[in-house]
């Protein structure tokens, strides 16, 4: 029925609407160590890249490595207390999960998010969904767009990295997804815009998340 048998997600801003608890955690750690926040729209930028990216681009020109990996270690507590409160799917998002599910495609979630946080996200948001697998970065596995994460979900999956989509909003997914021989697909309605996405060769673009699904 579609071009792909399986389907690997990014998370944050892929599947998941979590700017505004990203950032409030982001913002709660800053002021702990009497650092100026940002607004929401910032993160857009400083997202993508796991925790430690984030704190040195929220917290420049701090650049003491022991003050950021404290900052890092507050953000962490703060986003747990917030507990995804303001997170959800996207628009669009349910539906073509429902469509998926029916169709019996394999739906997996690839995240830089700590592999912790990823899972208890997906349990919280997407218990409604059979996901075959969900990883976030864990010690000793390359952070995307290092492709190790996704060939292990491609054997997990068992299917063929050519046949699996890969969904992302970043710059750093549609890399993961070329290094992985998988297929680029792009999200114009998560945290990064269209050139950037055209700019790390997506090789669709989707404006709204059930153009998965229909002809190209």
Request: with cysteine.
């Amino acid at each position: 029925m579609f071009p792909f048998q399986a389907v690997i997600f990014d998370l944050d801003g892929t599947l998941a609407d979590s700017l505004r608890d990203l950032g409030d955690a982001m913002n709660r750690a800053l002021e702990d160590f009497r650092l100026p926040g940002h607004p929401l729209e910032a993160y857009r930028r400083f997202v993508g890249e796991g925790v430690d990216v984030m704190v040195r681009r929220a917290a420049a020109p701090e650049s003491r490595p022991e003050i950021l990996k404290a900052i890092a270690d507050d953000y962490r507590k703060h986003y747990g207390l917030i507990d995804h409160a303001h997170t959800g799917p996207y628009p669009g998002i349910s539906e073509l999960l429902d469509v998926l599910t029916a169709a019996k495609v394999k739906l997996a979630v690839l995240s830089n998010k700590r592999d912790d946080f990823t899972k208890a996200l997906v349990a919280k948001k997407f218990s409604r969904w059979r996901f075959a697998d969900v990883r976030g970065e864990m010690e000793g596995v390359p952070r995307k767009p290092d492709p190790t994460a996704a060939f292990e979900l491609a054997l997990s999956l068992n299917v063929l990295p050519a046949n699996i989509a890969f969904v992302g909003d970043t710059a750093v997914d549609m890399n993961t997804a070329k290094n992985a021989g998988m297929q680029r697909i792009g999200c114009l309605w998560g945290f990064r815009d269209r050139d950037e996405l055209l700019g790390a060769g997506a090789q669709r673009l989707l404006a709204a998340p059930m153009d998965l699904v229909q002809p190209t």
